[in-house]
C-alpha cells in the first residue's frame, strides 16, 4: 500500500513563462529596485500602484487593436459578474486611466509618475522573456516641448548607469504624427508591392493594420526586405523634423552618446514621434534593456484630457541578468548569536531581540541545538559576527564577538554590542 501510495504523488510544478525569484537572487532584485525608486525620487516622479486587472476595453484601445499584445498575448477572461477582464500585459494604458480617474493633473505639481509591479503576457518563454514578467514604468502628462524627451531619455540613461551595466546603447528615431505618419505607411506599401506575399504571416498581417510594424520583425528571410524600405525620418513634417532634430540637441547637451536606427518604431500603436531604446549586449536575443516613446493622443483617446504624454518602460529580468556579477544588495545578515549552555537561551533570545530593534539583521538557533552545531550553522549563514553568550559573559555581562572573515575575536559589555556592531558594520559598508 506505500509503495502504492508513492506512486500516485506527483509534484506541482509553477506555470510554464513563470519563475520563482530564490533568496540567491534577490539581492540583484533589490538593488534594481531600490536603484529604480531612488532614481524617480530624484527626478521628481511620485510613485502610482495599479490593479494587476483590468477592462479588456483598456488595452484593446489604448494599447492597439492590431498589437501582437492584444491579437495574442492578453489573459483576457469573463469574471463571474460577467465583464471581460485582463491581466495587464503592460502599464502604461492604466497609468494613463489611474491619470485620468483620478485627477492627478490637479492634485501633482507635474503630472510625472512611476509604477514598479508585474504584467502578464501569453507568450513564447526565453531568456530575459516570461509569461509572468516585472516592469518599472515612467510616464510623464501635458508637457509637449522636447526637452522633457531629452530628460526623460536621460533619466532613462542616468539609471541604466547606476545599475553599474556597462554595455548599454542609446538608440532613437521619429515615427512623426498623424499628420505625416500616412504618407509615410504609404510609402513603405507602395516599395513592398508584390514583394508583401513573400512576407512571413505576421507581417502580411502587419500590412493590413499597421505597415510600421513591419520594421518589428525578427524573421531573418524577411531581413532582405526590409532593409529596403523607406526610413521615417525622410517623410516628417516640418514640425516634427523641428521637434527630433531639438530632442538630439538636448541628448547631446547632456553629453548622451546615441544612434538614430530607421527600424525602430516600437511595438505599440500609440507612439507619436519620439521613440528611444537602451539596449546591452549581454542580455540574449531580447536585448532591449529599456524603452518608449511619446504618445500625445493616448491620453484623449482613453477618455481624458487632450494631453500629450511620454514614458519609458524598463524589463526588471533583463536588467537582472545585465548587472555585474559582483552586485550584491541588503540582507546581509550581521550576526549569528550563539547560546552556550541551557541557562544561556533566554538571554540570547533577549539579545537577538535588542539588536533587530536596533536594526540589524540578526539570526539565532530555535531548537536548542548544542553549541557546536549552532557555530555550524553561524558559518552557513555567511553572518559578519558570531555572537556567543555563555555562563561566563552571562557573569560579566558582555558578549563574546567573533569577526568571521578573520576568526579574531573580543568582548563586549551588553548594553553598548548594538551600538558597537553599528559603528563595525558603518565602516566595512
Known amino acids: ?3 502504492a ?4 504523488k506527483r509534484v506541482i510544478h509553477g506555470i510554464r513563462g513563470t519563475r520563482d525569484i530564490l533568496p540567491l537572487e534577490v539581492d540583484r532584485w533589490r538593488r534594481v529596485e531600490r536603484v529604480a525608486r531612488s532614481v524617480c525620487d530624484r527626478y521628481g516622479y511620485a510613485e502610482v500602484r495599479t490593479p494587476v486587472i483590468e477592462r479588456e476595453e483598456l488595452f484593446a484601445k489604448g494599447t492597439g487593436e492590431s498589437t501582437d499584445i492584444v491579437q495574442k498575448e492578453m489573459y483576457v477572461f469573463t469574471d463571474k459578474g460577467g465583464e471581460r477582464v485582463t491581466l ?10 489611474a491619470f485620468v480617474e483620478h485627477g492627478l493633473e490637479q492634485a501633482l505639481p507635474f503630472a510625472k509618475i512611476y509604477s514598479l509591479g508585474p504584467m502578464f503576457r501569453y507568450e513564447r518563454p526565453q531568456k530575459g522573456r516570461y509569461r509572468q514578467f516585472h516592469q518599472l514604468d515612467v510616464e510623464v502628462f501635458g508637457i509637449s516641448d522636447p526637452a522633457i524627451d531629452g530628460e526623460v531619455i536621460e533619466m532613462a540613461a542616468a539609471f541604466i548607469a547606476e545599475l553599474g551595466i556597462q554595455t548599454a546603447e542609446l538608440v532613437i528615431n521619429s515615427v512623426g504624427c498623424t499628420g505625416c505618419r500616412p504618407r509615410f505607411s504609404q510609402a513603405l506599401l507602395d516599395a513592398l508591392g508584390k514583394t508583401v506575399q513573400d512576407l512571413c504571416g505576421d507581417c502580411q498581417r502587419r500590412v493590413k493594420t ?3 510594424r513591419i520594421f518589428d520583425c525578427k524573421v531573418q528571410a524577411d531581413q532582405p526586405i526590409i532593409e529596403e524600405l523607406p526610413h521615417s525620418e525622410d517623410f516628417l513634417c516640418d514640425p516634427c523634423r523641428e521637434h527630433f532634430a531639438e530632442v538630439r540637441r538636448h541628448l547631446e547637451a547632456y553629453g548622451l552618446q546615441h544612434r538614430v536606427s530607421h527600424r525602430l518604431v516600437r511595438g505599440l500603436d500609440y507612439y507619436t514621434r519620439t521613440t528611444f531604446e537602451v539596449l546591452g549586449g549581454e542580455v540574449g536575443a531580447q536585448n532591449a534593456l529599456l524603452g518608449g516613446g511619446r504618445y500625445d493622443h493616448l491620453v484623449k483617446h482613453l477618455g481624458g484630457p487632450d494631453r500629450p504624454g511620454i514614458g519609458f518602460a524598463a524589463g526588471l529580468e533583463r536588467l537582472v541578468l545585465a548587472l555585474p556579477e559582483e552586485t550584491r544588495e541588503g540582507n546581509v545578515v550581521d550576526a549569528f548569536v550563539v547560546a552556550m549552555g541551557e541557562a544561556s537561551w533566554t538571554a540570547a533570545r533577549l539579545l537577538a531581540r535588542d539588536l533587530r530593534r536596533a536594526g540589524l539583521i540578526v539570526l ?8 557546536k552545531s549552532q557555530m555550524k550553522r553561524a558559518n552557513r549563514s ?3 559576527w558570531m555572537l556567543i553568550l555563555g555562563e561566563d559573559e552571562l557573569a560579566r555581562e558582555q558578549v563574546t564577538v567573533k569577526e568571521m ?3 579574531q575575536q573580543h568582548a563586549v559589555g551588553r548594553d553598548i554590542v548594538a551600538t558597537e556592531l553599528l559603528k563595525l558594520r558603518a565602516r566595512q559598508t
Open 1 to 3: 500500500m506505500a509503495a
Open 5 to 8: 501510495t508513492q506512486r500516485t
Open 88 to 97: 495587464r500585459p503592460e502599464a502604461t494604458p492604466s497609468m494613463v486611466r
Open 210 to 212: 499597421n505597415p510600421l
Open 364 to 371: 539565532i538557533d530555535y531548537e536548542g541545538r548544542s553549541s
Open 382 to 384: 555567511r553572518a559578519r
Open 405 to 407: 572573515a578573520t576568526s
